[in-house]
């Protein structure tokens, strides 16, 4: 395990020092650096394919924002609660971001699969093995950043140690370690369970076969809650975000109860408002984290800054509406 963590690492460091070198260069190693976009995808000869526009989504063109992995997330399903801001504020050191008043928490659990380093062809995929397919549970709310919009990390749950310890490293992500079981049966419905420490969250969804799967309306409260391109993390005080670009959800609601959640500590968001299920996405660009001036965000600087979800339980049983 320690002889694969270090391959890792040094293999990530060369991939990317090789990066910077290619954008001081340009792609032909002289000339102007050319940039790259997060949204591009090879159409096999060699010529960018843009993904659909995304309003929120940001380009990547320095050294610190290009694209450092990539992956396919797939079974995606969103529950989401509806949470009056005073209560939920205190807990985020970004304002949040408000759909028609409130504030929210979503529950996303997922697949992820085929994670693996935008750099090194099939050689960093195969020492990547060992990240690449794990199960997901992530809780997050919905901030502001000076004129962007991005989700903030409260917590997320996964079954793999070694990711663990990365994520932690690399981006200050929240994790921390469980067990994951995602099923579903032959009538269709799914069943997300996350055992941690004796505590569990689980919650069963039910799609209807006469749901279409599309895209989010324009200014809809699904485009709010799904469509983000930018992912921000707290850990030790230290405010951390990356961006994210894939293709818009393809999406359906669904029916969905929560049947335990006592692994969120006293945090309890009661009924959820709303749930989707999409089948994936493919071909995500997951960039290099980078540290926030928490003053940018359009907080005074000398405001307090909230501690860290990610080294504090969850906030306490909060009214919803």
């Known amino acids: 395990m320690i002889s694969a963590m270090k391959d890792l690492r040094n293999f990530w460091i060369r991939s990317s020092t090789a990066s910077k070198l290619a954008d001081a260069r340009g792609a032909t190693g002289r000339g ?76 996303v659990s997922f697949t992820q699969d085929r994670l693996r380093p935008i750099f090194g062809g099939k050689a960093a995929e195969w020492i990547s093995r060992p990240l690449a397919t794990h199960e997901f549970l992530n809780v997050r709310t919905y901030v502001r950043h000076g004129d962007g919009r991005g989700i903030f990390f409260l917590a997320e749950w996964i079954p793999n140690r070694l990711a663990v310890l990365l994520g932690l490293r690399l981006y200050g992500l929240p994790y921390r370690f469980g067990g994951l079981n995602h099923s579903i049966d032959s009538e269709g419905l799914m069943t997300r369970e996350v055992n941690c420490r004796g505590k569990q969250l689980r919650c069963r969804a039910t799609l209807d076969d006469s749901k279409i799967f599309q895209t989010s309306a324009a200014g809809s409260e699904a485009e709010f809650l799904l469509e983000r391109s930018t992912a921000f993390t707290c850990r030790d005080r ?8 894939h293709e818009p959800w393809l999406q359906a609601s669904v029916s969905v109860a929560v049947e335990r959640r006592d ?28 540290r926030v001036v928490l003053a940018e965000s359009g907080s005074s600087p000398a405001a307090p800054i909230p501690a860290c979800l990610a080294v504090k339980p969850l906030p306490r049983r909060a009214e919803f509406p």
């Open 263 to 290: 692994l969120l500590g006293d945090f309890a968001p009661g009924a959820p408002c709303a749930a989707h299920f999409s089948s994936g996405v493919k071909d995500v660009y997951i960039g290099r984290p980078e």
């Open 238 to 245: 230290v405010l951390r975000r990356f961006r994210i670009r």
């Open 32 to 107: 102007t650096p050319r940039p790259v976009l997060c949204g591009q995808a090879s159409t096999g000869l060699g010529v960018p394919r843009p993904l659909a526009p995304n309003p929120d989504a940001e380009v990547f063109t320095g050294p610190f924002l290009r694209p450092l992995f990539m992956a396919d997330w797939r079974d995606v399903l969103f529950v989401h609660f509806r949470i009056h801001p005073d209560v939920l504020q205190p807990q985020v050191p970004l304002p949040l971001d408000l759909f028609e008043g409130y504030a929210y928490v979503s529950l």
